[in-house]
């Protein structure tokens, strides 16, 4: 490893010791601990998803924990609850799993209603209320979420409403024949050690840097005409579009567009937003705040398809961030 990477460049070294290509994955990972985001991760199984949030945990440092979600869950298993001490006949309260910096929920969509809002609370709050005493979760608090999306039996769909609380939602792929070659080699050997190479002050650090990113105005104006886009597709001359999406997306997806295209800068070693940021993080920011009608389901249209036609639409801003890069630079 080079001494002279930044600790972004060392955190993804470390965690592909262990996982063989899901490039986007990881990066996208990374822009989610620097923007402040929760991220949902599907994919069939076998495609070490969890593997890769449970090595990058372990490369960041901070407390881990990760909750297997099952249809029996209760929303006590999670947050937490009270419990009555016979010896001095007093009820104590007892802390979920839900405190610790990096929360892996494991097939989010196997654990009931109940459960998911429960959860989706504390990512919203960043706090949790038991006997009306407020407990804060500690700093940072992150939370990755798997799904599988093959099976039906024994599952519970988020709904379209809830999964708008995160940040990102990234659909992870089979590997190449080159990249399963290299998986089972190294997962019928003996795998590297992956070694702590951030801390949690460091990443509240790197957060606070991503904040000073600049970003344009017209880079906001250039988010919000995308996501009013789904809203309205008539607008943009794809009136065919207009019916198949029953639901565009929320402001959330304008407010996130920018946070994340600002930490993909950053990612990239840059102190000022590009339109390229923002166009690069559309799909993962917005795939799942649309809704869709049942004619796209038996079109077979996905809201991906969907929304790569909308934004080749929307014209691309010039902006001027020559003068901006360079006074910044003999700053």
Avoid: C, W
């Avoid at 999670?78 to 802390?95: A, C, D, P």
């Avoid at 939370?143 to 709904?159: D, F, K, R, S, W």
């Avoid at 840059?270 to 390229?276: D, E, F, G, I, V």
């Avoid at 801003?317 to 003068?323: A, C, K, N, R, T």
């Amino acid at each position: 490893m080079n001494q002279n990477e930044t600790p972004l460049e060392q955190v993804v070294y470390e965690v592909k010791k262990v996982i063989v290509g899901q490039d986007h994955l990881l990066e996208r990972l990374v822009i989610a601990l620097l923007a402040r985001g929760h991220i949902l991760v599907e994919g069939v199984p076998g495609l070490a998803k969890t593997m890769a949030i449970k090595t990058l945990a372990e490369s960041i440092g901070g407390e881990f924990k990760r909750i297997q979600f099952t249809p029996d869950l209760v929303p006590a298993d999670l947050i937490g609850t009270r419990i009555y001490n016979q010896k001095t006949g007093e009820f104590n309260t007892s802390l979920g799993p839900v405190f610790t910096n990096l929360l892996l929920a494991d097939e989010i969509n196997r654990a009931p209603a109940k459960v998911q809002s429960a959860l989706l609370e504390v990512m919203q709050e960043r706090q949790v209320t038991i006997a009306r005493e407020t407990y804060k979760v500690p700093n940072p608090f992150l939370v990755l979420a798997t799904q599988n999306p093959i099976e039906a039996e024994g599952t519970y769909p988020l709904p379209e409403a809830q999964v708008d609380r995160f940040m990102l939602k990234v659909l992870v792929g089979y590997p190449t024949s080159t990249e399963e070659f290299v998986i089972v080699e190294r997962m019928t050997g003996a795998l590297q050690a992956v070694q702590q190479v951030l801390t949690t002050e460091q990443l509240v650090a790197l957060q606070k840097a991503v904040d000073s990113v600049y970003v344009d105005p017209a880079l906001i104006e250039y988010a919000v005409r995308m996501v009013t886009a789904t809203r309205r597709p008539q607008d943009h001359g794809l009136k065919e579009l207009a019916h198949y999406i029953m639901f565009g997306a929320s402001p959330r997806a304008s407010i996130n567009l920018i946070l994340t295209a600002r930490a993909l800068a950053y990612v990239r070693g840059r102190n000022y937003a590009l339109p390229q940021d923002v166009l690069d993080m559309a799909v993962d920011v917005m795939q799942h705040r649309l809704v869709l009608t049942y004619e796209a389901l038996s079109d077979n249209v996905s809201a991906a398809d969907l929304l790569k036609k909308i934004l080749a639409r929307i014209p691309v801003p010039s902006v001027p961030l020559d003068e901006y890069a360079h006074s910044r630079t003999n700053t």
